[in-house]
């Protein structure tokens, strides 16, 4: 009946990768890689928010640690470990500002495909990638009616580790703005669009429940 939860969990993924290259890379490197993971991890869970698909109050907070080992399927060696807070304060009756940290890492043999990225609106994924990665991200909604609302966002984020340390590492500033409509009252459950401006272009996306996962 409580709020904390602890739990485990196993990661499996199988992939076939084609490289295009050309040049003197094409004779060095072959054009199909087959790559396996497979990693067994716990995850510790605090959670008091009022609604799992949209929330007004509350917040959530996990630890997530993950080994992937020749043992158990692993081609390679590698853990994975992730910690994150999403947070929601009702500020007036028609205002919630939520907010957002979330700080992942790798160590070991890691596949290109699952080192750390920055995760915000308005990257495009796996453009800003190293060992380690960080994210802080602000969110304002407005209820303007019962059934309507407008919301804005600003994140930063910054990835460091093999190429540079923290001080040095890669910085990205977004920010955006949408809509919600509540398409399931008994479940508050809201849908809608958001536009975000990265660093390098302008993105839509389309939401179901809240933006953050």
């Known amino acids: 009946d409580g709020n904390t939860w ?37 995850v510790l869970e605090h959670d008091t928010r009022d609604n799992i698909f949209t929330p007004n109050k509350g917040w959530i907070g996990a630890l997530d640690l993950t080994f992937y080992e020749p043992s158990w399927g692993s081609d390679t060696r590698f853990q994975s470990y992730r910690g994150h807070a999403f947070g929601y304060w009702p500020i007036a009756k028609t205002l919630v500002l939520a907010g957002r940290a979330d700080v992942r890492a790798v160590r070991g043999d890691v596949p290109f495909y699952q080192v750390p990225f920055i995760d915000l609106r308005g990257v495009p994924a796996q453009r800003y990638q ?27 984020g910054r990835a ?13 500033l977004t920010k955006g703005i949408g809509f919600r409509y509540l398409l399931a009252r008994q479940l508050g459950l809201w849908v809608g669009l958001d536009y975000a401006r990265g660093p390098e272009e302008d993105v839509f996306y389309i939401q179901v429940g809240s933006a953050w996962r």
């Open 160 to 172: 460091w580790g093999r190429r540079t340390d923290f001080s040095e590492g890669d910085d990205v």
């Open 6 to 42: 602890l739990g485990g969990r196993w990661i499996y993924l199988d992939f076939d990768n084609k490289l295009a290259l050309d040049g003197p890379l094409s004779r060095l490197l072959p054009d199909e890689m087959t790559q396996r993971s497979s990693g067994l991890g716990l």
């Open 130 to 156: 190293d060992q380690n990665t960080a994210v802080l991200e602000a969110e304002l909604r407005w209820n303007v009616t019962p059934r309507w609302a407008a919301i804005g966002f600003v994140g930063t």
